[in-house]
T-cell receptor, first 113, second 112 residues
Framework: QKEVEQDPGPLSVPEGAIVSLNCTYS??????FMWYRQYSRKGPELLMY????GNKEDGRFTAQVDKSSKYISLFIRDSQPSDSATYLC?????????????FGQGTILTVHP | NAGVTQTPKFRVLKTGQSMTLLCAQD?????MYWYRQDPGMGLRLIHY???????AKGEVPDGYNVSRLKKQNFLLGLESAAPSQTSVYFC???????????FGEGSRLTVL
């Protein structure tokens, strides 16, 4: 079993839709939870970063963490064509993990006008 | 404002050839990483470094070597390339082992 499992998609939604992206993880030692966005032929860029259970909002994006269920989600409201990208969940164990991230497989999202 | 720069961006090798990928960061970060990205596999850690002169193995280190002789540079070497090493390679850096990883734009390697 992979340490981090991500719904692979791909997802195709109309502009304005609400998008839900999800990951599960198996290691309860994981402490820091991130979502990266990767445009085609580019490197990943940090989108959201949280370290506690609950919700964190940033504009149209909401990151949700449920440590008891080992489940993390990213919601995108009022999705735009510019949101079309691959979304990667990433988790860090903290402590002596030296910043190493364990990534999900990535979900390709297409938002069509 | 370069951030993390990878060279070369594209390379085609024949089986058995060797090559080195160079990663340079101008943010004075202590930690650096090499990941590979394959379809359906996400990013997998090859090697990493927690400071100048240090290196450590990640999840998929076999067939690769690394060196960090200068704080700003992290080199990834393939001594005898194999088709299984066809991938997109990403270098990343981190200030102090917490928080955000900053990624380069990737190096696309094809081994024939």
């Amino acid at each position: 079993q992979k340490e981090v499992e991500q719904d692979p998609g791909p997802l195709s939604v109309p502009e304005g839709a609400i998008v839900s992206l999800n990951c599960t993880y198996s290691n309860s030692a994981f402490q820091y939870f991130m979502w990266y966005r990767q445009y085609s032929r580019k490197g990943p860029e940090l989108l959201m970063y949280t370290y506690s259970s609950g919700n964190k909002e940033d504009g149209r994006f909401t990151a949700q963490v449920d440590k008891s269920s080992k489940y993390i989600s990213l919601f995108i409201r009022d999705s735009q064509p510019s949101d079309s990208a691959t979304y990667l969940c990433a988790i860090n164990a903290g402590g002596t993990s030296y910043g190493k991230l364990t990534f999900g497989q990535g979900t390709i999202l297409t938002v069509h006008p | 404002n370069a951030g993390v720069t990878q060279t070369p961006k594209f390379r085609v090798l024949k089986t058995g050839q060797s090559m080195t990928l160079l990663c340079a960061q101008d943010m004075n970060h202590e930690y650096m990483y090499w990941y590979r990205q394959d379809p359906g596999m996400g990013l997998r850690l090859i090697h990493y470094s927690v400071g100048e002169g240090t290196t450590a193995k990640g999840e998929v280190p076999d067939g690769y070597n690394v060196s960090r002789l200068k704080k700003q540079n992290f080199l990834l070497g393939l001594e005898s390339a194999a088709p299984s090493q066809t991938s997109v390679y990403f270098c990343a850096s981190n200030r102090d082992g917490t928080g955000e990883l900053f990624f380069g734009e990737g190096s696309r390697l094809t081994v024939l």
